[in-house]
């Protein structure tokens, strides 16, 4: 299948010393991707980590930086969220963008719960409800619909109206996505009419093998999904094609460092580890081409690895826009 939208995944990664530097490499990461083309960049939501805590605010500032690109979060773990008050700070991030964010959650109990449960929630957060609910409710509130009774009004100085979120983002709640990689995920996902993230980490319920766990997770979503919407699958895409070769040795040692983690399911959920593709463009495209799951969907997120630098990462942009991609059939926007 022709590759029509391209995404890159980036983790926002800055020094403890100095977050604002490693936060406007990262926005002026986004203004690079979106001059070079690209459809959509994306950021990782991540606490008590250097990197982004507040997926909403950095995808504010992204929307100040860029015109065109596509603003997105993979994933927000909706477990330490208001779903009110998420909503209203992704519907004004969506306002201030003009209609360009995508945003991906996650359910379940949120990393470092068990560090910092106690300070996100007054009383104890493990009697919560910290599952698909919170995003359903998230949705409800996007939807813009009146609160109260059809004569409940609030007053504000010089102004007197129905009360609902606000500022209301009209077809926000139809940019939603849901990070599936489980059956169980994914027919949720398609039930309530989510996009679905098909990343490079599945469950292998029925399977040793990754892309066909991940294969069929696309067609079950698609069976159960019942309005138009969107599949993005991501990879760990590294080509050598412009790096100098102490970089590219750098690059080869980080795949063999993971590539032992993918050759079996590990723990009580059979967690199966896509391989990373790092060669030259010709053999990312070969194995980009044979991979199954890539192949059933028209949008490729390419998700950049956590350790890397700057410059990596526009090397690493530059030659997917210049040498892989048009190779899978996209075209950069204009």
């Not at 299948?1 to 604002?20: C, E």
């Not at 919560?128 to 609910?133: C, E, I, Q, T």
């Not at 102004?159 to 979120?165: G, K």
Request: glycine fraction near 10%.
């Amino acid at each position: 299948m022709t590759i029509r939208t391209l995404a890159f995944l980036t983790p926002g990664n800055f020094p403890d010393g100095d977050p604002y530097a490693g936060l406007e490499a990262t926005l002026q990461l986004f203004e690079y991707g979106e001059r070079l083309g690209f459809d959509g960049g994306w950021i990782r939501q991540r606490h008590l980590e250097h990197g982004v805590g507040s997926a909403a605010v950095f995808l504010a500032a992204a929307g100040q930086r860029t015109t065109r690109l596509q603003l997105g979060t993979a994933v927000i773990p909706i477990g330490y969220e208001s779903p009110f008050r998420l909503a209203e700070d992704l519907s004004m991030a969506d306002v201030l963008s003009r209609g360009r964010l995508q945003v991906g959650f996650s359910a379940g109990t949120p990393p470092h719960a068990d560090l910092i449960g106690d300070l996100v929630f007054d009383g104890d957060w493990r009697s919560f409800d910290l599952s698909y609910g919170r995003i359903a409710r998230l949705q409800d509130n996007l939807r813009g619909e009146f609160i109260g009774g059809p004569d409940t009004v609030i007053h504000s100085p010089g102004n007197v109206q129905r009360p609902r979120l606000q500022p209301y983002s009209k077809g926000l709640v139809d940019r939603l996505w849901y990070g599936g990689g489980s059956l169980r995920s994914v027919r949720w996902a398609a039930s309530a009419g989510l996009n679905l993230l098909a990343g490079n980490i599945v469950s292998g319920e029925h399977t040793d093998d990754f892309v066909t766990a991940q294969l069929t997770h696309i067609r079950e979503y698609r069976a159960i999904v019942g309005r138009p919407a969107r599949i993005a699958v991501g990879r760990v895409i590294v080509p050598l094609d412009s790096a100098d070769r102490n970089t590219r040795q750098r690059y080869l040692r980080y795949a063999q460092s993971r590539h032992e983690r993918t050759l079996k399911p590990h723990g009580e959920r059979r967690t199966l580890f896509a391989p990373d593709v790092v060669g030259t463009s010709d053999e990312i495209v070969d194995r980009l081409r044979a991979d199954a799951a890539v192949q059933a969907v028209d949008e490729l997120r390419l998700e950049l690895p956590y350790e890397f630098d700057r410059a990596d990462y526009e090397q690493i942009l530059h030659d997917v826009v210049h040498s892989v991609a048009p190779a899978l059939g996209w075209s950069p926007a204009q």
